[in-house]
């Protein structure tokens, strides 16, 4: 009997290329590849990349040195780049590191098999091309749906709102949202294999159906996915402020399954530097729809994200960003350092914040929401929360979850409660979790 051929791939930034790389073991399965957690055992290895800051990018090319030491010793060893760094750099990948195999853009996934069965006869190849088809979504199986308590599901792809700092419309091309059917017949199939919460994704899931009017907007695809039978909590991700609708808002007061937790970026808290960004909000609107959320369902979480040092911010514009977390007390904050990207319209601004100014300002930033994060997870202790039970702990001695406003919780309880949303009694609110109770079931 052949021995099984063995992938071993390794996932770099967002929740779109988790999804992605969900994919990509399904389709390696397709042509007899088990995945490894070993890359001495690999026979191809796969890096799913990302661009969104410099260092990002620097440590796939590290890795890649690392890799291509391997295949010293094992000649046959195929080596694939795909994500976002192959798409932003594309023949220029090969040039650097002639070793690798194969290279594919984000839109190419439905290549895959192919390029690597080639790579066993010795081909190299790339694709990059964009394929601007909603077809695209459905040109391969889904990612396979057994054992999985919380999936994702790509609702759309690509974006055009050109983020004066962001890469990723240059690197995942223009925004296409999937049809409801579509996305319905995904989301009944992780249903039926077992999986009680779906997360529905894309770059900017509120301008799902933008461009093509009579179609249903997210809202309605909110409404329809909810009353999917067997998906009892409901999430999406990432919403942009400017698209935030009061249809959409009325979803969370109105659907019972949908999770009260949104992640709503900021990213400044300076009008100056949300223009410059072209954000399109400015301070006094993001906190607007902040606070009408709030008013339809008193209990949701915010998480966000923020960068500093973008050029232009002045220590003026920066403490805005401090108050802005003060206003709005995120549950937790993903804070970056301003990483000018090739091709980006920011790229071209002088950047006159000097690095220790703005790795000082991350600090302060990062040092204020640590405490507003362990005084948010603190006002939770004795309060009754609804919990889906993921699994066991990383301990291994209790079960692990998430509560409907997305914060981890640890608690005692039966390992067969495992897919099951249960209450429980939180007993302590820790820097990056919630300890807690189940009460009886
Ligand atoms: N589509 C989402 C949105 O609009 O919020 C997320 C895009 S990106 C994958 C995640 C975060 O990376 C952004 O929200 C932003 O804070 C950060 N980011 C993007 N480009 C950046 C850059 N050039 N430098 C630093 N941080 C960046
Ligand atoms: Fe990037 Fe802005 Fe699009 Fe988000 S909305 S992906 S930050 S360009």
């Given at each position: 009997m052949n021995k099984a051929k063995k992938l071993y791939l390794e996932t770099f930034g967002c929740q779109m290329n988790v999804s992605d790389s969900e994919k990509i073991v399904t389709l390696m399965k397709g042509i007899g590849y088990q995945q490894t957690a070993?890359?001495?055992?690999?026979d191809l290895v796969l890096l799913n990349t990302c661009s969104i800051r410099a260092t990002a990018e620097q440590r796939v090319y590290g890795h890649l040195g690392k890799f291509k030491s391997m295949k010293k010793h094992k000649p046959g060893l195929i080596i694939g780049v795909g994500g976002c760094v192959a798409q932003q750099e594309g023949e220029r990948l090969l040039k650097k590191a002639?070793?690798?195999n194969l290279v594919f853009g984000t839109h190419n996934l439905h290549l895959l098999q192919k390029m690597v069965s080639g790579a066993e006869q010795g081909k190299q190849s790339i694709a990059t091309d964009f394929?601007?088809?909603?077809?695209r979504f459905d040109l391969f199986p889904h990612a396979?749906?057994?054992?999985?308590v919380s999936r994702f599901v790509t609702v759309m792809q690509g974006?055009?709102?050109?983020?004066?700092?962001?890469i990723v419309p240059h690197v995942r091309g223009r925004e296409i949202s999937r049809s409801a059917d579509k996305v319905l017949e995904e989301v009944g199939a992780l249903a039926s294999a077992g999986v009680t919460e779906v997360t529905l994704l894309g770059?900017?899931?509120?301008?799902?159906?933008f461009n093509d009017p009579g179609a249903p907007d997210f809202a309605d695809l909110l409404r329809m996915v909810a009353r999917?039978?067997?998906?009892?909590r409901l999430r999406f991700t990432t919403s942009h402020p400017k698209d935030i609708s009061p249809r959409l808002i009325a979803c969370f007061a109105e659907?019972?399954?949908?999770?009260?937790h949104i992640h709503l970026?900021?990213?400044?808290?300076s009008d100056a530097v949300l223009k410059q960004m072209n954000r399109g909000y400015t301070r006094a609107q993001y906190l607007d729809k902040v606070r009408a959320l709030r008013e339809a369902c008193p209990e949701i979480q915010f998480t966000g994200d923020m960068i500093v040092g973008?050029?232009?911010?002045d220590e003026a514009c920066f403490e805005q960003t401090m108050e802005l977390i003060e206003e709005v007390r995120y549950a937790d904050l993903f804070s970056f350092i301003y990483s000018a990207r090739p091709g980006?319209?920011?790229?071209?601004?002088?950047?006159?914040?000097?690095r220790a100014e703005k790795q000082a300002r991350l600090e302060r930033l990062q040092a204020a929401q640590k405490k507003i994060t362990l005084a948010r997870n603190e006002s939770f202790v004795g309060s009754v929360q609804r919990v889906l039970v993921e699994g066991p702990s990383s301990t291994g001695d209790a079960l692990f979850g998430r509560t409907g406003g997305n914060r981890a919780t640890v608690m005692n309880g039966d390992?067969?409660?495992?897919g099951r949303l249960v209450e429980v009694r939180i007993t302590q609110g820790l820097q990056t979790l919630l300890k807690g109770e189940v009460l009886d079931v």
């Open positions: 070993d890359p001495v055992e690999a002639p070793f690798v394929l601007d088809d909603e077809k396979e749906s057994e054992g999985g974006c055009d709102n050109f983020c004066a700092y962001c770059q900017n899931v509120n301008s799902y159906g999917v039978e067997g998906i009892e659907i019972g399954k949908l999770a009260p970026p900021a990213q400044s808290g973008f050029p232009g911010e980006t319209k920011a790229a071209e601004f002088p950047d006159e914040v000097r390992p067969a409660l495992a």
